[in-house]
């Protein structure tokens, strides 16, 4: 009788395992922990390098943002204050315009003239307000801001209490709460001495 080949599969699928194993896996082991070792410090570096792009990065989007935000705030205030300069060289003819008018409520044959010229003053600071012209004219009593108005002289008064406002001599104007020129008054100073 012949005898059979003896199947070595399981022979043959250890030497093939032999073979595919890396040089990694056939390294010493004190080989293995020190390049393992190096590994690890080399990602530890990667890991560092990372997050420091990664700070840089937000650091960088944050900057972007606030001078997107800025650039559209100084366009709006641009855009808000453009008209300022025309505006004040216009504010020496609305002074001429409401002294005329004043000047013209004295005298009753101008009556008919000084009614059409106070509604173009009023058409005019209608358009001017749309624009974002405020008037400041404050009122007799009212306090002193020394914001918003500007002291011409100083009086003594009974009626009126100290440091508040006797008279406006010229009205004042701010263009979106910017100041353009501040109103010009008369402000007590209290009672007068005995």
Do not use: C, W
Not at 78 to 100: C, T
Not at 147 to 174: C, F, P
């Amino acid at each position: 009788m012949k005898e059979k080949p003896e199947n070595n599969e399981p022979e043959a699928a250890i030497a093939d395992e032999q073979a595919a194993q890396t040089p990694e896996e056939s390294v010493a082991p004190e080989e293995a922990s020190s390049e393992t070792a190096q590994l690890l410090e080399e990602l530890d570096k990667a890991q560092a390098k990372a997050k420091d792009y990664e700070d840089r990065y937000l650091r960088a989007m944050a900057d972007l943002d606030n001078f997107r935000r800025r650039a559209a705030r100084e366009r709006e205030e641009s855009r808000l204050l453009a008209n300022a300069g025309l505006i004040e060289e216009i504010l020496p003819a609305l002074d001429n315009f409401r002294l005329g008018l004043a000047a013209a409520a004295n005298h009753p044959e101008a009556a008919v003239v000084s009614k059409g010229f106070e509604a173009v003053a009023a058409q005019l600071r209608q358009i001017l307000a749309d624009h974002g012209l405020e008037v400041i004219e404050p009122a007799p009593g009212d306090d002193f801001d020394h914001n918003l108005h500007e002291a011409v002289s100083q009086q003594s008064s009974d009626e009126i209490g100290d440091h508040q406002v006797i008279t406006a001599v010229r009205a004042g104007y701010q263009l979106n709460q910017r100041l353009l020129r501040p109103a010009s008054v008369v402000v007590s100073s209290g009672p007068a001495a005995s």
